[in-house]
């Protein structure tokens, strides 16, 4: 398998997610370093707040079954065009779901690019996700807030395992 972060075909659309951003980057880098690292045959990965979908597709273009979700129904639909271009549509489910107030599915890793609000908002619906094991990649953080997200990540339960900078924004990597 190439180690590098995939290639993938997407519109500059209306939704968040070509692949140039700085958080995007850092997600991008992080997710697959994960996959590449981890030993079990077929995780699963839930991406919250998909947007375009480009973490969802860089999954399935490496193999691995991903869900994304999405509040905006405009984002399901580019991540789903994004999922044909890129012929990825087999490895791939979108949903018009709320990640504050719909149950999570079981999940190996949850990539949330998402703004630290929504961060910490969500970090408290994630504890038998840590029970399990879940690796948690976050990003969208910017710098003077990534302290807030660790700390309660931290009393939680989750550990901070890496922590990344690209320019003025951070990406933080928790294990249970």
């Not at 951070?170 to 249970?176: E, G, T």
Request: glycine content about 8%; charged content about 20%.
């Amino acid at each position: 398998m190439d180690r590098s972060i995939p290639r993938l075909k997407i519109r500059a659309g209306p939704a968040f997610g070509s692949g140039e951003h700085a958080t995007t980057h850092l997600c991008l880098r992080y997710l697959t370093q994960f996959l590449f690292q981890n030993t079990k045959s077929s995780p699963t990965v839930l991406d919250l707040g998909c947007g375009s979908g480009i973490l969802a597709l860089a999954c399935a273009r490496l193999g691995v079954q991903a869900l994304g979700w999405d509040l905006d129904p405009t984002a399901i639909q580019e991540a789903q065009r994004n999922a044909r271009v890129n012929r990825l549509t087999s490895r791939l489910l979108f949903y018009i779901k709320d990640a504050l107030r719909a149950p999570l599915p079981k999940a190996d890793l949850i990539v949330a690019n998402l703004y630290d609000s929504l961060l910490l908002h969500l970090l408290p619906r994630l504890d038998k996700h840590r029970k399990a094991g879940t690796t948690l990649i976050f990003s969208g953080i910017l710098q003077g807030q990534e302290n807030s997200v660790i700390r309660t990540g931290r009393k939680l339960g989750w550990k901070l395992q890496r922590r990344g900078r690209l320019g003025r924004w951070h990406c933080l990597q928790f294990q249970p």
